[in-house]
């Protein structure tokens, strides 16, 4: 069994006036090898075990329900959601518009553009499919427990989040219910509440078996987490629904290579597990993917291709399009991924857009194996920027992008000269 917790801050962010429950993540994985670290980290999950045994005669009911097809009801809007302002990270003289470099990359891709050939990544076996996904609000004997509306509409946006960056080709088919249960509120009670509530959940189910359980439990516990096929989440909110659901989508196919981990950022010299406020595996509600996690998911194939650069290639211009841009140009690509050979990680280029504007991005994929399913922000930026011995340098000629990758200009003194001493 995976366990991944996403545990609620307890403690205002800084720097910030708007406070924002913060989370980070636990797994326990005596069962599951090869797990990507992100999944591996926090505390004990023992006191979570709680009484799983449900008791003979201990009943639960359905208590409302809500079709796929009815309406969405707005989620409250959350004055404390906080979202991430990120500052671009560009070389010094990137905004130096005649630098030599510049003025030739123009020149270059003037004359070449046309014909210039490029090597493809790997092709990734995408995610697709219809999966039943059962939303259940636990209604508490004590009266607590989620609006049934609410986790209704929250786990519904979080499906159209889905569809639409799968391009329409993995949906979450929501069924969603409340379902009361003969125990008060408590952490204890909450692993025979989600144990009461799926058996009930799936005795009523008349349709294909559910592949994943988004059981909201109004704050039992204080923190979401998700393994297996279940979400266990604190309250009905879009971002939590995607959050969790993201860590056990392969779960839901029976594929552990689509189990997203989180998309965490570098922030001056800090790695921060949750900080890429561009993708919704990070603490903050964004509504999208960055290029290692639709890379993972292989969902960049119904938009184009991700070109290859690797390590001792000479300086390549790349046409680029937007990560998400919805028409392709032709010729264009959705990104780089830089190979670095078998013990660096994998570094991805894309474009991606912040404020309505264009920025350029940096990734690693995060984690021990090559196949990790985390990433890690290293920079965003707006024209230029190296990054461990490589430099990218975009420009826009008529409406296009390219960007430049380019090896570290040899130094006066060769290395080799110096190593022989
Ligand atoms: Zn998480």
Redesign the pocket.
């Known amino acids: 069994m995976t366990d991944?917790k996403?545990k609620v801050e307890k403690a205002s962010v800084k720097n910030n006036s708007i406070n924002k429950p913060k989370?980070s993540?636990n797994t326990s994985q005596q069962d599951r090898k090869n797990k990507p670290e992100e999944f591996s980290e926090c505390e004990d999950l023992s006191d979570l075990q709680g009484d799983s045994e449900i008791a003979p005669g201990e009943e639960g009911e359905i208590i409302a329900e809500i079709s796929p097809d009815d309406p969405l009801v707005e989620e409250e809007t959350e004055q404390t959601e906080e979202t991430e302002t990120p500052q671009l990270d560009d070389d010094a003289d990137a905004f130096q518009d005649n630098t030599s470099s510049s003025q030739s990359l123009k020149a270059k891709i003037a004359t070449t553009a046309a014909n210039y050939t490029i090597k493809y990544a790997p092709d990734v076996k995408p995610l697709t499919g219809v999966v039943p996904v059962c939303a259940i609000a636990i209604q508490w004997a004590d009266g607590h427990g989620a609006s049934v509306a609410k986790t209704g509409s929250a786990a519904r946006s979080a499906a159209r989040v889905y569809e639409s960056l799968s391009d329409g080709q993995y949906k979450w088919r929501v069924k969603t219910m409340g379902i009361k249960v003969p125990y008060n509120r408590s952490r204890h009670n909450l692993n025979k509440a989600e144990q009461l509530v799926k058996k009930i959940a799936d005795s009523s189910n008349r349709g294909p078996k559910y592949g994943m359980y988004l059981i909201v439990n109004d704050n039992a516990k204080d923190f979401n987490n998700?393994g297996t096929d279940t979400a266990h989440i604190s309250s009905p909110k879009v971002h939590t629904m995607e959050?969790?659901g993201g860590?056990i989508l392969g779960n839901s196919v029976k594929e552990d290579r689509y189990n997203l981990g989180?998309a965490g950022a570098y922030k001056d010299g800090k790695y921060e597990e949750y900080g890429d406020g561009l993708d919704f595996?990070s603490k903050y509600p964004a509504s999208t993917l960055n290029i290692v996690h639709q890379y993972v998911l292989g969902w960049i194939a119904w938009k184009g291709k991700v070109a290859q650069y690797d390590i001792g290639d000479p300086a390549t211009v790349y046409k680029i399009d937007s990560l998400n841009a919805k028409i392709s140009k032709e010729g264009a690509v959705r990104g780089v991924l830089v190979d670095r050979g078998p013990s660096e990680k994998q570094l991805f280029f894309s474009e991606m857009s912040m404020n309505g504007k264009p920025v350029y991005a940096l990734h690693l994929r995060q984690g021990k194996n090559k196949d990790a399913t985390g990433s890690g922000r290293i920079a965003l930026f707006g024209k230029k920027k190296t990054y461990d011995g490589l430099t990218f340098e975009v420009t826009t000629v008529n409406e296009e992008t390219f960007v430049k990758i380019s090896p570290e200009e040899p130094t006066s003194a060769p290395k080799a000269t110096l190593k022989m001493r």
């Open positions: 991944v996403d989370t993540d998700a959050h969790e860590h989180h595996m």
